[in-house]
């Protein structure tokens, strides 16, 4: 049932150009060399005007957005073993909850659409209402008696469908009439091969009768062809004639169509407690509008597990929410590690190289597998982002040859690709500093301590003075927001290869940093492109020096 069982493959919280591509790459790479399994690429957020922009010129999709991984009804919705039409005998609901073990029925009109419910409830008051009353109205559907009641049809009525009482012929012609009459609704009568009943039910024109005890080819007692009713021979008896024409009447008289509906992506917990403080025993399951299965109460014993692939970081803070709760089965990245713990063993796939998109090209160059112009147009996408075209010093040879390669298969130059990507760059003075700050933004614990570190690539750092105190403003309260003791952005120029880091102040740890300080929080980093490689590193290394006493000066905290 849709994609319950897909891997879903995801990159990092705030998705930049190498884990968006690297997740729609890899997760085409799977689906070729695992076609049991459907892997799906997901993303954890918007996508800037870059992304997009690359995403449209390989004419692909861009990864489906996906909030949470947390555990979803759609997981664990069922296509139900039993389904009714409208106009189904209520016997059939009976069968199917005894043979089935269903509790709740879904009832589906032609088109598939959901009409309603009947259940063990349903079936329950409506035995119990024919006895409440002496003598109650039953919804008859001629066309139905034959599914219920072995016999045949002798005559169609004039009405198919109509209301009307049971009366039994089984007692002394006048006393039979003179019930006849005083009946407010003609009823239906069951009667035997009788002559003068059979008259009055001419004259009075009831909506059907059903004959017992006629044989196969027995003449009926009576001229019935001035008759408009129905007509029908039963094989059974009396009793047994009435009890299963009461269960004749269609499913939709009984069902219940005031029915809560859950989604496909409600979440486990919230569909749970709704069913289980509700009067249902089942739930129907839409995507979207369309009905697509049922949940009981057994659905919800055991916790479903999300299957999750992790590319372009591996660490629970950074990926989508809800991966705590997810079966991580795969990582592919090139970051340092500090990954959750696995209850069962996992492939990883990390190497120091410039960009997550370089280890999954190796991986179709060593299946020997032919890399699609959209798949390289993605890859290579990836690569110049991530390395900021080669020039970053967390650039390998590694993807130096996975450029070239990408390079003959696109036809596209990386240099010219390189100035499409980076001429789309927004100026910074009209975009809102915790935007800017929060876009590419990763947060660390080192030593007991939290700091979280923001990147953003600029065409220029000259204009820089316009935004420096907005942004610093704001990175102190980011800081208090996140709970981080230092919070930090680089404003990276990747025309000119510098950085400037701007910082939320954390004296001590400040003056370590092997920077130049231009101003107040505010350092020259020439020749600092990579965060994860140039400046988390000397970040760590402060912070553990701090932590031993190493370097520390009296306080003076601000
Ligand atoms: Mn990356």
Request: some cysteine.
């Amino acid at each position: 049932m849709n994609d319950n069982a897909a891997v879903y493959v995801a990159g990092h919280k705030n998705p930049d150009m190498d884990c968006t591509c690297a997740a729609h790459c890899y997760a085409a790479l799977k689906n070729i060399i695992d076609p049991a399994t459907t892997y799906i690429p997901i993303r954890t957020g918007p996508l800037n005007t870059q992304i997009l922009d690359v995403f449209e010129l390989a004419g692909v999709e861009e990864p489906r957005h996906i909030h949470s991984v947390a555990p979803t009804i759609g997981m664990i919705a069922r296509r139900s073993p039993a389904i009714l039409g409208m106009d189904d005998p209520v016997l059939d609901a009976i069968r199917e909850v005894e043979n089935q073990t269903v509790s709740s029925i879904p009832i589906l009109d032609e088109d598939g659409t959901f009409c309603g419910m009947v259940g063990v409830n349903e079936i329950t008051s409506y035995i119990l209402a024919q006895n409440k009353d002496p003598r109650p109205l039953y919804t008859f559907l001629v066309r139905n008696f034959n599914r219920v009641l072995p016999g045949e049809l002798l005559q169609a009525g004039a009405a198919d469908l109509f209301e009307a009482p049971i009366l039994t012929g089984s007692m002394p012609d006048d006393r039979a009439v003179t019930t006849l009459r005083s009946l407010d609704t003609p009823p239906l009568l069951v009667v035997g091969n009788r002559e003068k009943i059979l008259e009055h039910a001419v004259d009075y024109q009831l909506p059907a009768v059903v004959i017992t005890g006629l044989e196969k080819d027995e003449e009926i007692a009576t001229d019935m062809s001035s008759f408009t009713g129905a007509i029908y021979r039963s094989a059974t008896d009396t009793a047994e004639t009435i009890r299963l024409l009461r269960l004749s009447s269609p499913v939709r008289t009984i069902m219940d169509v005031d029915v809560p509906r859950l989604t496909t992506e409600t979440p486990f917990d919230e569909g749970k407690n709704l069913l289980l403080n509700s009067r249902f025993r089942g739930l129907p399951v839409f995507e979207k509008d369309t009905y697509i299965g049922m949940v009981s109460r057994r659905s919800f014993i055991g916790r479903p597990h999300r299957k999750l692939i992790m590319v372009d970081h591996n660490e629970i803070s950074q990926a989508v929410d809800g991966a705590e709760e997810a079966e991580i089965i795969e990582i592919v990245d090139h970051h340092r590690l500090a990954p959750p713990s696995t209850n069962q063993p996992i492939a990883v796939n990390t190497r120091p190289v410039g960009s997550t998109c370089t280890l999954i090209y190796e991986e179709f160059a060593g299946r020997g597998l032919a890399v699609e112009r959209d798949i390289a147009v993605l890859l290579l996408s990836g690569i110049i982002s991530d390395t900021v075209n080669l020039y970053s010093p967390t650039t390998t040879e590694a993807d130096r040859r996975a450029i070239f390669r990408l390079e003959t298969i696109t036809g596209i130059s990386a240099g010219e690709h390189a100035k499409r990507l980076f001429s789309q760059l927004n100026v910074l003075e009209n975009r809102e500093p915790r935007e800017i700050i929060l876009a590419d933004y990763k947060q660390y614990t080192h030593s007991g301590v939290r700091v979280g570190i923001g990147q953003v690539e600029v065409t220029t750092l000259s204009d820089s003075g316009n935004y420096r105190a907005r942004l610093i403003d704001e990175l102190k309260s980011v800081a208090r927001d996140k709970r981080c003791r230092w919070c930090m952005l680089m404003v990276t120029d990747v025309m000119k290869r510098n950085s400037l880091l701007l910082t939320s102040g954390y004296t001590e740890a400040e003056k370590a940093l092997p920077f130049t300080r231009l101003t107040e929080q505010t350092y020259d980093m020439p020749g600092v492109l990579s965060r994860k490689k140039q400046l988390l590193p000397v970040v760590m290394r402060i912070l553990g020096d701090l932590a031993e006493g190493i370097g520390k000066v009296p306080a003076s905290v601000q």
